[in-house]
């Protein structure tokens, strides 16, 4: 269990995928840069079995902005797409309408 105090610690916005590439460690992994309007990120995204680069690219997603960096297969990824999953597939988690990039997502 986590507190609200805990959860409101997250900052989600809204980012759109500018750029995919293929891991060049890892067959299951994409690395995107995604745009926060003022800023960009790299994140490495383990949905490449269920994505075309051509589904991403120019997909608004719910990015975890104060996310530790991380190192995954020897490529730094700076924060994490949101997305849910049952036993046969995974979804990015989008908003309905087209936000501005960089909004807080509450």
């Known amino acids: ?3 609200i105090d805990d959860f409101r610690k997250l ?3 809204i980012a759109e995928i500018k750029e995919v590439n293929d891991h060049p460690n ?3 992994l994409l690395i995107l840069t995604v745009d926060l309007g003022d800023r ?3 994140v490495v995204a383990g949905i490449k079995s269920y994505y075309s680069k051509e589904e991403l690219l120019g997909k608004q997603v719910i990015l975890v902005d104060n996310l530790e ?3 995954l297969r020897g490529v730094e ?3 994490m797409i949101l997305a849910g999953s049952d036993e046969f ?3 990015v ?3 309905e309408k087209k936000l501005k990039l960089g909004s807080i997502v509450k």
């Open 1 to 3: 269990m986590v507190t």
């Open 11 to 13: 900052e989600l916005r």
């Open 26 to 28: 890892a067959d299951k």
């Open 40 to 42: 960009q990120k790299q």
């Open 69 to 71: 960096p991380a190192i």
């Open 77 to 79: 990824s700076q924060g």
């Open 89 to 91: 597939i995974l979804a």
């Open 93 to 95: 988690i989008s908003p």
